[in-house]
């Protein structure tokens, strides 16, 4: 849900106070020089994942967004940069072995660089949020394959925290043209990337065709989610064909099956959401 | 040379065994130059000093590699990436693990002798991850490089530090990731830290007393020859770190040692010129450091594009050659008696370069430099390899190379140098238009250049490859497996999952007649044999 600014202003002063850590405040709060010296750390241990300017590659959410899902205030901010998100691929400050480590001067440069790109974000969701969950799970179909708060299918990826960490322009492109960025699945802690979302067919020894997502995969076995959520753990030499695409598995929504209004709807429903 | 066509491997074995036992149980300079006969130790990092990462062991081999069992896990305990090639000498393993942990296993079951972790300051600067290659041994010390640029040894019984040498200031991001590689009674290193702007290094220190013999800048200063393919003072802080292990040939007493990218690594200008020694093979007198050639792989480096691969000796048609799979894209064949280009094929996709000069030598076309805005370009910043050590098959007379079609969209901006601090000028992304990353095990004759063979993974691996004479190649991928590879064919002929992506080479060595292949993977190290 959108909350005016100054209750979000009162909650991180109260954040701020509260927080027990000391030299946890921003030094560099506001500061034009630091956030541009932060620009640069971002483009080389950021922009990989999270894109040029913040606003969300393919695998990074988007943090123009001044509510962010996993930190509420510079603090966590810093926290979550330092060591990283468990169970996601966001990693520790020096592990991800394709940036550099950063000295905490550097992880508030960064934090400063981030807020100064919040202001020029420009992503309020122009839809309606409540006809937009109608949509959702309804007409539009969205639900049998995504979830939303628990509700909805496997397929796809969990939508619930979409809306706070994709701008309105990424929610929308992936609708219209899901093929185009495949969403990440599955994350392994050591691996270099997460496994993607690839459609994949293929036929068994006995002749059965099976189609769905890849929930993993390496050289000699794939773990597939059939369209039915059956999960079918195979051994590749074992089959007849198998076939990957990187067609998402996900119909590409056009204006012909969603309208422009619709969708806004939907956008304005996951964002409020993400909002939460 | 093929050993099998000598004598038998068992015999050699066997002999060789017979002799380290008697002799004792101690590492010295003429075991290390005559290694490759005795197949059953792993006593420096590539095997022997050719850097061909082939074992003489056949035990396992193509008929049986199928019944291939796990024999042992070590938990390293510690999060990260492990890179380290482990060594084994006489029954005793050797390996490194994240932060500076270096300890010595029981090579029959995995438990530990000893264990050693450095204290490190809470301000190091690692580039990309607190990893480490490898120790080196000799007499009864094994020698490590720390992540705060030290060089210490350790009691190969006890783990006990006996001396730590301080390098250079860690401070201004100078570090150690690299296996030593022991010379004679010299400690070998060279510097990590291109991403930084350090000065780049290669050290010799007198394994006995830990005192310096000699350094060799790769970046030469004022007065000296190639100081002037530097802009200004963009020597000071030009990079051409030395982060991976060299090779040594005792006939020429040369060294063989590559270098890393010029820094800023993604922005040229502020250092026009060819920007020497960064990426360059050296080849360097093994007494006194002095420079005897170079070959620069990759001239005025805007692509992060390190030349530290494990150069490789081959001996072929009558010559004496150091073969380099460079992570710019190319395979390059040099003449180790005087550094002359002999061929450079590539190997993987590339866009940076279509001609050559009169050396031979690929060029960059116009579209090569980054910009402002950043644009795409093949390989990317990882490479088409990188430190992922190589193998050379002298049966198959194959060089099997871990690579990566990969293209990044690559840009750059100005940045100013400060001690300590990251110094990219700018960086790379992924290209949204760009295909998916593809990653293979790929065998290239070096005669040729020619890809023969090639197996394609799931995904980018990081793993090294080994070779033995059982006609095996060996090697990881990011999803866990371990993989055993008929060497001619490269067909899978064994797996096992691991749980745990791979970024280290694998190494062969036996004992009480049985062939042991271990691996490190996820943050353990696993040994392989026969049931």
Same mark, same amino acid.
């Given at each position: ?43 080389? %241990? ?49 592990? %991800? ?180 | ?61 193509? /008929? ?56 490190? *300051?809470?301000?190091?600067? *690692? ?80 394994? /006995? ?21 530097? $802009? ?69 480096? $805007?692509? !992060? ?87 050379? !098959? ?38 949204? $238009? ?15 250049? $020619? ?81």
């Amino acid at each position: 849900m959108f909350r005016p600014r100054g209750v979000v202003t009162i909650a991180l002063v109260c954040l701020a106070i509260a927080a027990p850590a000391t030299g946890q405040r921003n030094p560099f709060a506001g500061s034009v020089k630091e956030a541009k010296a932060g620009e640069y750390e971002f483009r080389i %241990n950021c922009a990989l994942c999270h894109g040029l300017g913040a606003k969300g590659g393919g695998r990074g959410p988007d943090l123009t967004r001044a509510q962010k899902k996993h930190a509420h205030n510079d603090a966590e901010m810093f926290q979550i940069i330092s060591t990283g998100i468990p169970g996601t691929a966001m990693p520790a400050n020096g592990t %991800n072995g394709q940036g550099v480590g950063m000295t905490d001067e550097e992880i508030w440069q960064i934090i400063t660089y981030i807020h100064s790109q919040e202001a020029s974000a420009s992503s309020k969701p122009l839809g309606n949020a409540a006809q937009g969950k109608e949509l959702f799970f309804g007409d539009a179909n969205c639900s049998l394959c995504h979830m939303v708060n628990g509700k909805g299918g496997r397929l796809g990826p969990d939508l619930t925290g979409a809306g706070a960490g994709r701008t309105r322009e990424a929610l929308i492109d992936s609708v219209r043209n899901p093929s185009r960025r495949l969403a990440w699945g599955l994350n392994e802690a050591t691996k270099e990337f997460p496994q993607e979302y690839e459609s994949v067919t293929v036929v068994t020894a006995d002749g059965k065709q099976i189609k769905g997502v890849t929930l993993n995969e390496d050289s000699f076995s794939v773990q597939i989610m059939d369209t039915s959520e059956q999960i079918h753990l195979l051994e590749k030499d074992k089959l007849r064909s198998f076939q990957k695409s990187r067609e998402s598995a996900m119909p590409k929504y056009g204006p012909d099956l969603l309208s422009d209004k619709d969708l806004e709807d939907i956008v304005a429903f996951l964002a409020s959401v993400g909002a939460k | 040379m093929n050993l099998r066509r000598v004598v038998p491997q068992w015999s050699i074995m066997f002999l060789a065994a017979l002799l380290a036992t008697q002799a004792s149980a101690q590492v010295t300079s003429d075991r290390l130059v005559n290694a490759a006969k005795e197949p059953q130790n792993w006593m420096t990092y590539s095997g022997d000093y050719s850097g061909r990462r082939f074992s003489g062991l056949d035990q396992i081999n193509t /008929d049986n590699a199928h019944a291939m069992v796990p024999k042992w896990v070590y938990q390293v305990g510690a999060t990260g990436k492990v890179e380290t090639s482990p060594l084994e000498v006489d029954g005793v393993l050797y390996a490194t693990g994240q932060d500076d942990r270096a300890f010595a296993l029981d090579a029959r079951t995995g438990r530990p002798l000893w264990m050693y972790q450095r204290q490190l *300051p809470a301000d190091i600067r *690692p580039c990309c991850g607190r990893v480490n290659r490898g120790v080196a041994i000799l007499g009864d010390k094994v020698f490590l490089g720390t992540l705060d640029a030290h060089l210490i040894a350790l009691d190969a019984k006890t783990g006990a530090v006996r001396w730590d040498s301080t390098a250079a200031d860690y401070r201004t991001g100078n570090s150690f990731t690299v296996a030593p590689l022991i010379v004679k009674n010299l400690v070998v290193l060279g510097v990590s830290g291109g991403e930084y702007g350090v000065r780049g290094f290669i050290d010799a220190y007198d394994a /006995d007393t830990g005192e310096r013999k000699w350094r060799f800048y790769t970046i030469p200063g004022p007065g000296e020859p190639g100081h002037d393919t530097w $802009e200004g003072d963009s020597w000071k802080v030009g990079g051409a770190p030395a982060w991976n292990t060299g090779t040594y040939d005792p006939a020429t007493n040369q060294i063989f040692w590559p270098t890393g990218n010029p820094a800023p690594s993604n922005r040229g200008e502020g250092r026009a010129g060819d920007n020497l020694y960064s990426n360059c093979l050296l080849a360097l007198d093994a007494d006194t450091g002095r420079l005897k050639w170079y070959f620069q792989f990759t001239k005025h480096d $805007e692509h !992060d594009w390190d030349a530290t691969q494990v150069p490789v000796m081959i001996d072929a048609v009558g010559r004496r050659l150091v073969a380099q799979a460079d992570r710019n894209g190319f395979f390059y064949v040099i003449d180790r008696t005087n550094g002359k280009l002999i061929s450079a094929s590539p190997y993987g996709k590339q866009t940076w370069s279509d001609a050559k000069d009169s050396d031979g030598r690929p060029t960059a076309n116009k579209n090569a430099s980054p910009t402002l805005k950043g644009h795409t370009i093949c390989p990317g910043a990882l490479g088409t390899t990188n430190f992922m050590a190589p193998t050379y !098959d002298p049966q198959t007379k194959m060089f099997y190379v871990t690579a990566r079609d990969q293209c990044d969209i690559f840009s750059t901006a100005p940045q100013p140098y400060e001690p300590g601090h990251a110094f990219y000028g700018s960086a790379y992304f992924p290209s949204d $238009e760009a295909e998916p990353y593809l990653g293979f095990l790929k065998a290239i004759d070096p005669a040729s250049g $020619e890809i023969k063979q090639k197996f394609q993974h799931t995904s980018p691996t990081w793993s090294g490859v080994l070779s033995t004479a059982g006609g095996l190649v060996f090697s990881g991928d990011a999803e866990g497996n371990f993989i055993a590879f008929d060497a001619a064919s490269l067909k899978p002929l064994w797996h096992f999952q691991m749980g745990g992506a791979v970024y280290a080479p694998p190494v062969a060595f036996a004992l009480d007649e049985k062939q042991y292949v271990v691996i490190a993977a996820g943050s353990a190290l696993y040994a392989f044999g026969l049931p």
